[in-house]
T-cell receptor, first 116, second 112 residues
Framework: DTEVTQTPKHLVMGMTNKKSLKCEQHMGHRAMYWYKQKAKKPPELMFVYSYEKLSINESVPSRFSPECPNSSLLNLHLHALQPEDSALYLC???????????????FGNGTRLTVT | EDKVVQSPLSLVVHEGDTVTLNCSYEVTNFRSLLWYKQEKKAPTFLFMLTSSGIEKKSGRLSSILDKKELSSILNITATQTGDSAIYLCAVAPNNAGNMLTFGGGTRLMVKP
């Protein structure tokens, strides 16, 4: 088990649904991330929040909407998704900038999303 | 564009064998290289390397960075079935932001 908690573990949604993925960490990390991982592929960065502000948006479609209510929580709001959006969505956090000093990324176990 | 390439793509060995996984990178303004192990869920952190030539070791796993060759290796000695996983290499550039560029991973299977 990791110290980054993601809920739900699995989610099946239709293309007209609105749902949210949640991520929580209590390690005092100030950077939080959303990654998307398709089968047999490495994780792809979607969003980065640094000190609760969105610092990177990797040209992600607007049907994905991130939110960082506070330094411990990160949400990903989903609306009007397509079947090709089905993937494992990983949340991660790091104490500082990823790869800085003693600041590796710590990943959650992910939400496996299926869009029907 | 930053690029990280891992080899081999996949590897099948028997318990007790030693394996070496490779990671090479082309990154503007390199800061550090990280190794992760991914079984069914979260990638778990193994090592972070910033200095060339210094070996990091944890039990049967070790890794070393060669900045001159723009590469790193991950060694696993006396492999066990529990080592079966995808091993991911990622590189952090030294620019503003928090981005890691991941390689495609090496899928290791250890047979009893």
């Amino acid at each position: 088990d990791t110290e980054v908690t993601q809920t739900p573990k699995h989610l099946v949604m239709g293309m007209t649904n609105k749902k949210s993925l949640k991520c929580e960490q209590h390690m005092g990390h100030r950077a939080m991330y959303w990654y998307k991982q398709k089968a047999k592929k490495p994780p792809e960065l979607m969003f980065v929040y640094s000190y609760e502000k969105l610092s990177i948006n990797e040209s992600v479609p607007s049907r994905f909407s991130p939110e960082c209510p506070n330094s411990s929580l990160l949400n990903l709001h989903l609306h009007a998704l397509q079947p090709e959006d089905s993937a494992l969505y990983l949340c991660a956090s790091s104490q500082q900038r990823a790869g800085t000093g003693n600041s590796p990324l710590h990943f959650g176990n992910g939400t496996r999303l299926t869009v029907t | 564009e930053d690029k990280v390439v891992q080899s081999p793509l996949s590897l099948v060995v028997h318990e007790g064998d030693t394996v070496t996984l490779n990671c090479s990178y082309e990154v503007t303004n390199f800061r550090s290289l990280l190794w992760y192990k991914q079984e069914k869920k979260a990638p778990t952190f193994l090592f972070m390397l910033t200095s060339s030539g210094i070996e990091k070791k944890s039990g049967r796993l070790s890794s070393i960075l060669d900045k001159k060759e723009l590469s790193s290796i991950l060694n696993i000695t006396a492999t066990q079935t529990g080592d079966s996983a995808i091993y991911l290499c990622a590189v952090a550039p030294n620019n503003a932001g928090n981005m890691l560029t991941f390689g495609g991973g090496t899928r290791l299977m250890v047979k009893p």
